[in-house]
């Protein structure tokens, strides 16, 4: 059995956080031994994305959720400043919080293809391990082939296997609560009963 000895950073909009993002983290832990925990880590409001609900809301979604996981964490270190850091930022906060610990980054496919336009992108991918999931059509191995930067480092990514398909998203949630259709069977009960509290994304936002 393998140590656990590893942090998984999980960054997104979590515009609202629904049950394939839990889903998904919970994957990871079960197949890879050596995560201890995954960390939420919600982006700024300033992150350039239209329709982005306010921190506070985003961070108390989430925050019911993973409250109620011990290996879950919630962390807003991107929801401070007057901008949202870069993702070579994050992982640097996460890894001083984590000094004992190997931090990861979880991403997309469709991330991946743009990973080495980021931010000290080689800094990035030589000092973490990145784990993906495949996308649509997307096959990992041929998008590091096919690039020079990852394909140096390809030892230090790792696809997460699609066992569940998810096909949830956050904008399809958004469009069936501004359409007064329900989604409470795509959020956990936490979220579902947040949003309704609160009346979030019945209008759209600028």
């Known amino acids: 059995m393998k140590t656990k000895n590893s942090i998984v950073v999980f960054g997104g909009s979590f515009n609202p ?45 989430l925050k019911a959720v993973i409250e109620k996981n011990s290996q879950f964490m919630l962390s807003d270190v991107d929801m401070h400043g007057d901008r949202s850091l870069y993702t070579v930022e994050v992982l640097e906060a996460i890894q001083k919080q984590f000094p004992d610990k190997e931090v990861w980054l979880l991403i997309g496919s469709d991330n991946l293809k743009e990973i080495s336009t980021w931010k000290r992108p080689e800094e990035l991918i030589s000092k973490h391990k990145i784990l993906v999931r495949e996308r649509n059509e997307d096959t990992i191995e041929e998008i590091v082939k096919e690039n020079e930067l990852l394909n140096r480092y390809k030892q ?18 958004r469009e069936l609560i501004k359409s007064q259709k329900s989604a409470r069977y795509l959020l956990p009960e936490e979220v579902y009963h947040y949003i309704n509290q609160y009346h979030l994304y019945k209008e759209e936002k600028r």
């Open 17 to 61: 956080p629904h049950s394939s993002h839990f889903s998904m983290a919970q994957q990871v832990l079960n197949e890879f031994e050596e995560v201890e925990r995954v960390v939420f880590v919600p982006v700024n409001k300033t992150y350039a994305k239209a329709g982005l609900e306010e921190n506070t809301h985003r961070y108390q979604m």
């Open 156 to 173: 230090n990514i790792k696809i997460v296997k699609d066992g569940m398909g998810n096909t949830i998203s956050s904008t399809y949630i």
